[in-house]
Each structure stands twice: as C-alpha cells, then as structure tokens.
C-alpha cells in the first residue's frame, strides 16, 4: 500500500479495487449496536482544514473514531494562522505532536504534496484548491459500483463547472484506472484548456449525452472561485446544464443521478431531481465515512 | 487462520510429511461433529462461526454433518478478525475479510467459533474482541481441525481434531477442498 493518498492516480487497479471492497466490509459496521473497531486505537490524526467544509471534515473525523484512533481537528478560522503562520511552521508544529495521519483541504492546488514533504506521518489529500479530492472520487466509484454492479465499461458523463472542480479531476483519473469511460459536458468557458490531453470525451450538449448514460454526476457552479463572468446568467446557465425532471426523463431506466454536494438546488439540479429514487446523494454521505475507513486502515493499519 | 498463515493455496505438494489425509480427515470431522452434538444438547440454540480462510469452510463442514447424524440445522458463518489482530503493526495492513453472522445475530446463543489450527491463541483472542462488539452469546466454544501447542495466551479448545506437537520451527499446512483442491494436513520445516 502506498504511504500518501495525494492524488487519484497514486491508486492503480489493484489498490483502488482494494479500497473499495475493504469499504465494502467495513460498511457493515454501521448496521451494528457498537460502531467502533479497535483497529487504530493510539494512532492520531489531524484534520488540517484551511478550507469551509461539512461533509469531508465530519466525515473523516467519524471514520477516523470508527477505527479507533484520536483525532485532532484544526480549522484555520480561530488558529495561529489569522496571525500569519505558514503552513510549513503549522506542519513542523503537527511533526512535533505525533501525527501518524493529517488529512488537509487547502485552496492551493499541490499544497498537499508540499506536507508530504515536511512530516512523517501519512498525508491524505481532502481537497486541494481545483487540484483534487481522491477520497470523493472513491467514494464515488464505490456508490456507482453497489448500485450498478461494475464500474468497467460504465458511461458516466461529469457536467457542469469541470474548470473549477477538483472532483471532476480525482474521478476523470480513478474511473479511467477502474475502466469506465467518461464524458465532461459543460459550456466552453468551463472546460479546461488541455482536455483532449485527458483520457475523456466532451460535449457541450447535454441533452445528446443524456440517453447512452449509466451515471450523471452534477457539479457544483463554484461562485467563489469565479473571477469572471464564465456564463451569461444562472438562468442561462440552468436552461442548458441544469438537470430537470424533463432531461432525467432521458436517461436510461437504470441510470442514477449524482452530486458531490453542497448543491445549488435550482441551479445545476432541480430539487425533484436531488430528491428523487435515482439520486444517490445521501448514499454518497454515508458512503464516504467507509471509503475513508477504508483509506485510513490501509494507510496506517500496517507498519507503524 | 493459523498463526502463522497455514497455507498459501497451490504451495510445494511434496514438502513436509502428511500427517492427516483425505479419509482421516473427513472422519476428524465428523467425530467432532458428534463431540459437538454431546456436548451441546443435540446442537441446541448453536451457531457456528468459522475464522477466514479455513475456518469457514470447516464451520460449513461440521453444519453439514450435525444435519446429516441430527437433522438439526445449525447456522454457519464467518467472522474475519482482522481490524482486531495485535499484530497489525508488525506486519502490513491486510485485505479485510468476510464477516457473515446469521440474520437474527448471535445475542443468546452458544457460538463456536471453527479454525483450522490453534497455535499461540492469539487469533481467538482477537475473535472473542470481535464477538464482544457483535453482541454477547450466551457461551462460547472452539473447535480447531490441530492444535500443534505452543499456546502464548491462557486459550484451549473445547473440541479438537487432532493434537499434533511440533516444533517452533515447522508449520502446519492445511488444506482443504473448498479452498485449495484437496483434504490434507501436511507438517513442514520452516525455509
């Protein structure tokens, strides 16, 4: 097993496949009366957040219990960081203290793979500026896997803000690895330069891709990474990419809908969508908590 | 499991002595099948849980002959010990195996957990912290196919095939049909 979970493209077959069948036992442990394995009793971990977030933070911090170990959460709100300390000073502080793991979340894209270079422990990328967020694109390729049975040979089309989407980016890399083809869908102003480098199809319709999918993961219009005007209006925008009742009538019977979250309901997915039996939204919450036990386990299970 | 690994599957044939063959085997079974049956009130409020790799199947095997001499069925499962071996650090991390547990769980029953060889005990230590999350039995037993001593935890089996002594230096092969092809115990020096 590899030491850091920096990037989706650290994972190879064998290893993603490893993953998510390790997440797939651990998922029964939360149909038990004790949710808890004694598995990294004394190992520490840090989640190191310098970034807003619900569902990752919350949701490493209950794997990270689940296995047992302590878990140290920092948020750059209300830390030495409002007074000007640098990451580098913020890690050695973290190397002194013992963690055996630190999980961060930076708005700067690569600022993962600088940790990794300052301390010891292991280093699992949550989310790095429009970088990546190798733990989504697991859990992610885990949900298409328990609902549609495989994930080779899959059509999963990605659409909306590509651009800005670091998901996007983890699961394009960890679906190519698991043998599923993807599409981005997006307006021009969207789509990265340098996509047809990447091992994917793109389209700028929507409605053309719609009936040959087996996955429709939205994405999240990231406002605040927006310095520019990217699109001529939010209704606009919702007219052409936004997923309505009337396009997931065009999907296959067998299709599911996704959304990485936090959701603009309205803007790229209708609320009867979110809400509906083909969406996987929730799934995804509770599927990410065995995804990251598994992460965590084979990261820090083995050889202290 | 045997501790440590009894077997990898398609290993050397010719290294080592037999010392259970296939006939033998199935007769070990069965004799602890009827040793079960005795010992339990004709196999009453039983369940049988076998330790990944090759308590499972063996677990499966003693089900089988309890309803063949009985016709009592008696559930069998498996329950993986992995997340709660003590030696997770010394070695690297495992694949999880597979934990199944009858529909109903294990609350009030008498489990008897099946393995394949009993050596340092260490391997049902971790089985007992297992079942002490999955609910509380009303008892627990174990049987194993060998115990080959050298026991490092104060642990015995309630049920055994066969007691084989061995040195520190040699292991214990088993192997099994569903599994590895075939019904054999085989004693070989350590490379």
Known sequence: ?304 | MAYPPAVEAGGKQAAGKAVITGPDLTRIVDRMAHQILEKTDGARDCVLLGIPTRGVPLAHRLAGRIHAFEGVRVPAGALDITLYRDDLRLRGARAVGHTDLPPGGIDGLRVILVDDVLFSGRTVRAALDALKDLGRPRAVQLAVLVDRGHRELPIRADYVGKNIPTALSEQVRVRLTETDGTDEVRLEATA
């Not at chain 1, 493209?9 to 004694?38: F, H, I, M, Q």
């Not at chain 1, 605040?224 to 005007?229: I, L, N, V, W």
């Open chain 1, 1 to 304: 097993m590899i030491r850091h979970l920096l990037s989706a493209a650290d994972l190879d077959a064998p290893t993603a496949t490893l993953v998510l069948d390790t997440a797939a036992e651990l998922a029964g442990l939360a149909g038990r009366s004790v949710k808890k394995l004694p598995t990294l009793r004394g190992r520490t971990m840090v989640n190191l957040f310098y970034e807003d977030s619900t569902r990752t933070r919350i949701s490493f911090e209950a794997a990270a219990k689940r296995l047992s170990a302590d878990v140290i959460t920092f948020s750059a709100k209300g830390s030495s960081v409002s007074k000007g300390e640098s990451l580098k000073d913020t890690a050695l502080t973290l190397q002194s203290m013992g963690a055996d793991a630190v999980v961060i979340r930076h708005s700067a894209s690569g600022a993962p793979y600088q940790l990794a270079g300052w301390i010891d422990g292991s280093v699992v990328n949550a989310g790095d500026g429009t970088h990546e967020h190798p733990t989504q694109a697991l859990l992610d390729a885990y949900t298409m896997r328990s609902r549609l049975g495989r994930l080779s040979g899959l059509t999963v089309a990605i659409v909306g803000d590509v651009l800005h989407s670091r998901v996007a980016r983890s699961n394009v890399l960890l679906l190519n690895t698991l043998g599923a083809n993807v599409t981005l869908v997006g307006p021009p102003t969207l789509l990265p330069v340098g996509v047809d480098s990447w091992p994917v199809k793109t389209s700028y319709d929507l409605d053309a891709v719609l009936p040959t999918a087996d996955v429709v993961m939205m994405l999240r219009v990231q406002r605040e990474r927006m310095d520019d005007a990217f699109f001529p209006s939010q209704r606009e925008y919702s007219r052409r990419y936004g997923l309505d009742a009337a396009r997931m009538r065009r999907l296959p019977d067998h299709a599911i809908v996704m959304h990485p979250g936090p959701m603009n309901r309205g803007m790229e997915i209708a609320a009867e969508v979110a809400d509906s039996p083909r969406s996987t939204i929730v799934e995804q919450v509770a599927n990410g908590v065995s995804v990251r036990m598994a992460v965590l386990y084979l990261l820090l299970g083995g050889l202290s």
